[in-house]
C-alpha cells in the first residue's frame, strides 16, 4: 500500500512540474507591456524549478536522498539551468549508479609484482630510507657495486645513527668500502675537532664575560657531539665526557651560566652518558625549573629513572610522553613501557 502511494504521490508530483513548466513557458511568451519576458520567465523558472527538485527527489535511490537540503538545492540547480531536462538527468545517472552492475574486472583488486631494487637511485633516497639502505649495506652477499652505492647514500645521514655501522665496516673484507667508511667518519671527526680549535683560539683572545660563557658553552656541546656522533671510542670516549662536562662547568660559573636551562640538560646528559643517573636526575628537574620545557625532558627523565630502578616511574614517563608528540625512534620502547 505504501508503494502505491509513494508512486502516485511521485506522479502527481512530476505532472504538476510538468504543468508548471508549460505554464512558464506560455507565461513568458505572453508576458504583459510592463513585464520583462526575460525577468518573468526566470521568476517562473525558479518556482518550476523548486517543484521538480521535490519530485526528483521522490525518484532517487532512499541512500542518495540524504542530506535533504542539499540534494533539493542541487536538482533545482540543474532544473533551473536545464529546464525541462536537467534534475531528469540526474535521476538517471543516480539510476545507472545504482543498478547497472559494475564490470567484475574493474571491481575486483588486481595483484600487484614486487619491485625490482634499482642500485642507481639508492643515492636519491632520503632519510626516512636509512634503515632499508643500511640493511643492504650489512649484506655481505649483495655485489660489492650494490653496498658502495649504499654507503654513498648513508653518507647524508646523521652521523650518530650510522656511527656503529661505519665503525663495522672498518673490518669489512671489501678495501674500497673499508676506505669510504673510514673518510666518512675521519671526514665528521675532523669538522667537528676543527671547530673546538677555532673555539679554543677565540676563547684564548676574548676577554669578555658574556663571550667567554658563550664559548665555553659551545666546547661543551662540540666535545659532547663527538659522544653523540660515536666518534669518540675507548679511552678518548671518557676523557671527551670529562672536557665536556668541565666546560659546561665554567660556563655555568661565569656571570648568567647558573640560569642557563640548555647548560643544566647538557650536563645531565654528560652525566647519563657517563651511566651516573643519580647525579643526572637532579641535574634535570632544575633545567625544568629554569623553563626547559618538560615534554622535551622526559625521553631523559625516563632514561634515569630507568637506570635507577625505578620501573613504575619509567612505565608513568612513558606514558605520559606516549600522549606527546614522541620521536618516530621512541615508538618502540615506549609500545613497550605503555602495553
Not at 132 to 142: G, P, Y
Not at 190 to 197: D, G, M, P
Not at 216 to 242: I, N, P, S
Request: glycine share 6%.
Amino acid at each position: 500500500m505504501l508503494d502505491n502511494r509513494e508512486r502516485l504521490i511521485t506522479g502527481l508530483a512530476l505532472a504538476g512540474a510538468a504543468l508548471l513548466q508549460a505554464a512558464a513557458i506560455v507565461g513568458a511568451l505572453h508576458a504583459g507591456r510592463f513585464a520583462d519576458p526575460l525577468v518573468a520567465l526566470l521568476v517562473l523558472q525558479a518556482i518550476v524549478a523548486a517543484a521538480e527538485a521535490v519530485a526528483f527527489r521522490r525518484l532517487l535511490p532512499l541512500e542518495l536522498r540524504e542530506p535533504r537540503r542539499t540534494v533539493l538545492l542541487h536538482l533545482w540547480l540543474a532544473s533551473m539551468l536545464v529546464p525541462c531536462v536537467g534534475g531528469l538527468i540526474e535521476v538517471l545517472a543516480a539510476a545507472w549508479g545504482k543498478w547497472v552492475p559494475m564490470r567484475r574486472s574493474l571491481r575486483d583488486p588486481g595483484i600487484v609484482g614486487r619491485p625490482e631494487f634499482v642500485s642507481y637511485l639508492v643515492s636519491r633516497v632520503a632519510h626516512g630510507g636509512g634503515a632499508r639502505v643500511q640493511s643492504r649495506l650489512v649484506n655481505t652477499r649483495a655485489a660489492t657495486s650494490d653496498r658502495l652505492a649504499a654507503l654513498v647514500a648513508i653518507q647524508g645521514l646523521p652521523t650518530h645513527t650510522t656511527g656503529a655501522l661505519l665503525r663495522e665496516l672498518l673490518a669489512d673484507p671489501v678495501d674500497d668500502l673499508r676506505l669510504l667508511a673510514y673518510g666518512t667518519l675521519d671526514q665528521a671527526e675532523n669538522e667537528i675537532v676543527r671547530k673546538i680549535s677555532d673555539s679554543k683560539e677565540a676563547l684564548r683572545l676574548t676577554a669578555s664575560d658574556d663571550e667567554r660563557r658563550a664559548l665555553h658553552r659551545r666546547l661543551a656541546e662540540l666535545h659532547f657531539e663527538l659522544v653523540y656522533q660515536q666518534l669518540a671510542q675507548g679511552d678518548v670516549y671518557q676523557h671527551t665526557l670529562k672536557q665536556a662536562d668541565g666546560h659546561a662547568r665554567q660556563a655555568q660559573a661565569l656571570p648568567g651560566g647558573e640560569h642557563d636551562a640548555a647548560l643544566w640538560l647538557l650536563r645531565a646528559r654528560l652525566a647519563l652518558a657517563q651511566h651516573r643517573p643519580d647525579a643526572a636526575a637532579p641535574l634535570l628537574e632544575r633545567a625544568s625549573e629554569l623553563g626547559f620545557p618538560r615534554e622535551r625532558l622526559l625521553p631523559w627523565l625516563a632514561e634515569a629513572a630507568f637506570l635507577q630502578g625505578h620501573h613504575a616511574r619509567t612505565a608513568e614517563l612513558a606514558a605520559a610522553l606516549a600522549h606527546g608528540s614522541a620521536a618516530p625512534a621512541l615508538k618502540p620502547a615506549l609500545d613497550y613501557w605503555t602495553s
